[in-house]
T-cell receptor, first 114, second 112 residues
Framework: DTGVSQNPRHKITKRGQNVTFRCDPI?????LYWYRQTLGQGPEFLTY????????KSRLLSDRFSAERPKGSFSTLEIQRTEQGDSAMYLC????????????FGSGTRLTVV | DAKTTQPPSMDCAEGRAANLPCNHS???????VYWYRQIHSQGPQYIIH???NNETNEMASLIITEDRKSSTLILPHATLRDTAVYYC?????????????FGGGTRLMVKP
């Protein structure tokens, strides 16, 4: 297992378009997290899954955002009707249970909305 | 989770020890101290964590004061590849299941 994989690495989209990102966690990890990071700031929590159940969502996750983890393996994060303020790095992380040994993050998907 | 305070930036000479401080004066008894770092254009990387005892692994050492209100991450022999933003995070337990709360971190610049 080579770690957490995120695709695409970069995405440029026009305002108003929908985008979808994919995250493949470490296979034995049952928890999966999505974070957003804007330039010069630390990552901000968006949502997390335990297996296929979405257990917590941040207030940052507006109605335009939806995340799924249909079979408890990979996850997708969709943003509908993108806005320029959605431009950020979207990070995915996974952990075994509560992450006692830390979370493993992917390299992120950088979204630019023009 | 308790709030942490870190200096925004630090410099360190290559080969010297880098000592990164973190204040967490409102930490609770069941909260752990975690350190992550983020190298440019990569996701954060777990470094080390501890509750009240000092910890050491292959990457770093973590020194937690007796009153647990502050801690120091030590990189014993900093290299240029250690240039990164270092985040000190305090969170409840191991199975709280929820998010890490990142602050602004310390931008460490290791110079030749």
């Amino acid at each position: 297992d080579t770690g957490v994989s995120q695709n695409p690495r970069h995405k440029i989209t026009k305002r108003g378009q929908n985008v979808t990102f994919r995250c493949d966690p470490i296979s034995e990890h049952n928890r999966l997290y999505w974070y957003r990071q804007t330039l010069g700031q630390g990552p901000e929590f968006l949502t997390y899954f335990q297996n296929e159940a979405q257990l917590e969502k941040s207030r940052l996750l507006s109605d335009r955002f939806s995340a799924e983890r249909p079979k408890g393996s990979f996850s997708t994060l969709e943003i509908q009707r993108t806005e320029q303020g959605d431009s950020a790095m979207y990070l995915c992380a996974s952990s075994l249970d509560g992450g006692a040994r830390g979370y493993t993050f992917g390299s992120g998907t950088r979204l630019t909305v023009v | 989770d308790a709030k942490t305070t870190q200096p925004p930036s630090m410099d360190c000479a290559e080969g010297r020890a880098a000592n990164l401080p973190c204040n967490h004066s409102t930490i609770s008894g069941n909260e752990y101290v975690y350190w992550y770092r983020q190298i440019h254009s990569q996701g954060p990387q777990y470094i080390i964590h501890g509750l009240k005892n000092n910890e050491t692994n292959e990457m770093a050492s973590l020194i937690i004061t007796e009153d647990r209100k502050s801690s120091t991450l030590i990189l014993p022999h900093a290299t240029l590849r250690d240039t990164a933003v270092y985040y000190c995070i305090v969170r409840v337990g191991h199975n709280a299941g929820n998010m890490l709360t990142f602050g602004g971190g310390t931008r460490l610049m290791v110079k030749p």
